[in-house]
């Protein structure tokens, strides 16, 4: 069993559904505990999803009315008809995009069927009970805890992944063993995804907003990590440690030092060509294992530099 918890869009939930009920019951309105449903199902993970769904849900109900009142008038109040006109009724609300509405859209269509005769009185009050429902659940909707503290809480974690594994990789270089497991890599695609999931609710959140700082930012160390994860296995698995490795290591040494959500990326790529002329004023290889464990590094430090320019791109927090 999970932990039982409550959250704060149960808390919105409950609130809503009773300020909904309770101005529905206070106006007279028959089938008032409605006003609560809709209300509830308004109540969405993020701003523009509850947006979305009262659109849905008002477009489905206009639908339900229409053709209540054309198959229950003309045909009658009977199971049969009201099969037949679900029939017709659910190809259309999903043919216009607006499948979602079809719950509350039903809770008009069973009103109106229940009372077995289409009047104007009953048309205001379908509406507003929709008025009232969804207007609540908008408003109450609209209340979104600050998620900031978690998205830096990702960042800092993702960024310490990153400062170990270039840690790792820079002792290897040095040493040339390998007892690392490499779960940092695991664990930091795991992040990634949570981090991006996050950062685009909030993004979901704002209804004028159209990107996040943070989703940018997780999406660049996503491409970065890409990069890693494909070069990993080559210069881990060097079979000689060559003298250029050192030059490879210090340069890994100093970047973990760095990892951050500010841009210094055109520096360390500076360093970077410094590591390509002394690489390339070393000695040539005697040996074919030798010119095997170079050209890895030097693909190495190529990648290294793709890493960088992606960074580079990215404006900072």
């Known amino acids: 069993m999970k932990k039982f918890s409550i959250g704060y869009r149960t808390l919105k939930t409950a609130l809503g559904a009773s300020v909904a009920i309770a101005i529905a019951q206070y106006c007279n309105l028959d089938f008032f505990t409605a006003a609560g449903i809709l209300t509830v199902l308004s109540v969405q993970p993020t701003k523009k999803k509850s947006l979305h769904a009262v659109y849905t849900r008002v477009v489905a109900s206009a639908i339900a009315m229409i053709l209540a009142y054309v198959f229950f008038e003309i045909f009658g109040y009977n199971p049969v008809i009201l099969g037949i006109m679900l ?5 259309t609300i999903v043919s216009i995009g607006v499948i979602a509405g079809f719950v509350s859209s039903a809770v008009i269509i069973m009103h109106i069927y229940a009372e077995a005769h289409f009047t104007l009185a009953l048309f205001y009050n379908e509406l507003a009970l929709m008025a009232i429902g969804y207007t609540v659940g908008l408003v109450v909707n609209m209340y979104m805890p600050d998620i900031q503290k978690e998205l830096d809480w990702y960042r800092r974690e993702i960024e310490s992944l990153y400062k170990k594994i270039f840690s790792e990789i820079a002792k290897y270089l040095k040493e040339g063993d390998m007892l690392w497991d490499g779960h940092e890599l695991v664990k930091a695609v795991e992040i990634l995804n949570k981090a991006k999931a996050l950062a ?10 159209k990107k996040n700082a943070y989703y940018v930012y997780f999406d660049m160390r996503e491409q970065q990590l890409e990069i890693i994860e494909r070069v990993l296995p080559k ?3 060097l079979p000689v440690i060559v003298q250029q490795a050192e030059l490879v290591a210090v340069f890994m040494e100093e970047l973990s030092e760095h990892v951050h959500s500010g841009n210094t ?5 500076e360093k970077l060509n410094e590591v390509k002329v002394e690489f390339a004023n070393m000695p040539l290889p005697n040996d074919h294992q030798t010119f095997i464990a170079m050209a890895a590094l030097y693909q190495f430090i190529e990648e290294m530099d793709a890493y960088l320019a992606i960074k580079q791109s990215f404006k900072g927090l």
Not at 87 to 91: A, C, D, E, G, N
Not at 200 to 209: A, G, K, P, S
Not at 265 to 269: D, E, G
């Open 235 to 237: 210069i881990t698995a």
């Open 87 to 91: 029939v017709v009724f659910i190809p």
């Open 265 to 269: 990326a055109s520096h360390f790529r």
């Open 200 to 209: 685009f609710q909030d993004v979901e959140n704002h209804l004028t907003r």
